[in-house]
């Protein structure tokens, strides 16, 4: 190892001195101002490994510490990406006993560390280390609401469903070093088309694990049991920055490593993907709690991601990441919403929980209103430039018959995003909202990204060329 | 020689070991005769020469995940009838997954063994060298990166696992250390001079 490879790991060490200062001062539990100073320093330590990032970008291509890590422009653009989001969600996130007690912040920072490390990462080792980092915090995270039983039972669940994939994931790579006696996924690089049953297994087992993460269909159960049993802050963070880990590591696996044999795993992506878009936008349809409603709808926005992926060139992953992107920015300005409405007594829980929101608070429901027509894909806003991209490069590629799919179930999914947006301007509220407690900070950060659904979608093209950018000194 | 007769005790141990902690009755006995079968798994390791994981093997799992186990099965009281009646229940579907892994050992290892492109024989270390020595020269050189992670994951695992179980109840009187540490001796105790006879 040479000591001048250390500055391409800056933005993980400065994220893990930012865990050891905010351990050190959460010791100082009497003090009082330790809400803000937590809030404060899970703010910067993102803030500050983003700014470390400008010094590492424009190095097209690095391997360092003995292949272990690869510093690329898509895994730099991926990783800011993460670090903007963890620092948004931090600072939307309100600051109450529970939030406080519980070491919110603090495991957030491990998560987003446990990304990093994904995004950057070039060896089964490493990766599997970061999984690992980001799947504890995340069951930490769900758990966290200790008081109520849904949640223990969802972090349960999710817990035991992890450990699982784990395992699965883990019998891939033990099956893949005893192939090829090497777990360095850049030898991986230029296999012949070998098609050995014991190749396809441990691909297979790969797969299990990268779509547990995501969170799609046969391995999609936690996602709306752990949306519904954690709270607001919590379901905030868990369905938009794992999802950059997810893309990370499958980047990372099939598309870095395995490229050559995407004849193999292609058709297992297009399967999950059509399962899961219809089973998770089907399943919506009946949901009354918001938050399981807006899991399964996650589950439907992942499948089509992984349909995009199946496409394989690069145009399919640039329209899948994009999507992906856009996805996670109308979930965080969703479940910002729910957030900046709920206080420590009252939680917005229900759909009948935003009856009556337009009259009082019609801006929330202005902005809410964005998020769902964006969700659903009605063209001014940048949702619908998601769907097309997606749809033309389907197209492109000929597969014409899940593009029908797709659109089918796009339409049917218009239904339990008309609805949300129905109660809140239609329905007359029996019991009226509580004056939210949210600071300004939350209020203008919340307009900001609500308004940006709209202004991203009159000018698509600058988001498109970002990604064309991160892809062009790839390819 | 003198190696395989070594192996061949042990490995039998083991192997009977391993049987009585699915036959035993009493959980208790199972989880001891599972400590047996880990001990004398760790001196297979002994014979490979890794002395590390053998050592590790003893204090992780005899040392650690055994006591727990142990005090598991203390504090939960298990009824012997009832864990009897399940295992003849069970048993028709464990012997179906068994034999399954069977064939699957036996034609991977016998009937496709010639299919691997390299097979990679242990080569016994020199026994001049330090085993626990060169792993962990590997593990601060080579592998420094996946062990700091491994470190923060531990952290991490220490702080959920405590924030998830701290209950602080309200009004709830402690020691303030630092009062306690300021202190001056000289006020508190007093030294009182008491003349004999009065008071």
Redesign the interface.
Known sequence: MNITELKYLAPEIIIASGICVLVLIKSFHRLRSINLLSVLIGTLTPLIALLSMVFIFNNPYEIILNGQVVIDTLGSGLKITAYGLCALIVLATNINQINNKSELILIELFALLGISILCSASNLLVIYLGLETLALSLYGLVASNRKSVKSSEAAMKYFVLGSIASGLFLYGISLIYGLYGSINILDFNNLSVDTSIELQIAIGFIICGIVFKFGAFPFHSWVPDSYQGSTNSVALFISTVPKIGAFALLYRLLIDSFYSLSSLWSSFLLVIGIASLIYGNIVALSQNQIRRLLGYSAIGHIGFILIAISAINQTAIESSLLYLLIYVIMTLATFIALELLSSENKSIDTINDLKGLNNSHPWVALMLLFCMFSMIGIPPFIGFYAKWIVLSTLLKMDMIYTAIIAIIITVIAAYYYLRIVWYMYFEKSDIPLMKDTSTIIQKSLFFTIGSSLLLLGLIPETLISLIGRLFNQIY | MLNEIIFYTFSSILICAALGVILFRNPVYSAVSLILSFITSAFLWFLLESEFLALILILVYVGAVMVLFLFVIMMLNINEQKANSKFNTIAPIALLIGLVILAEMITLIWMKST????T?TIIAAPSSENNTLELGKLLF??????F???G??L???I??SI??TLRTKKGKKTQIISKQIDIDPSKRVQLVDLERGKN
């Open positions: 299919q691997f492109k390299e990679i050189s080579e592998y420094i990166y996946p700091e992670i491994a923060f994951i952290l991490l695992g702080i959920i924030s998830l």
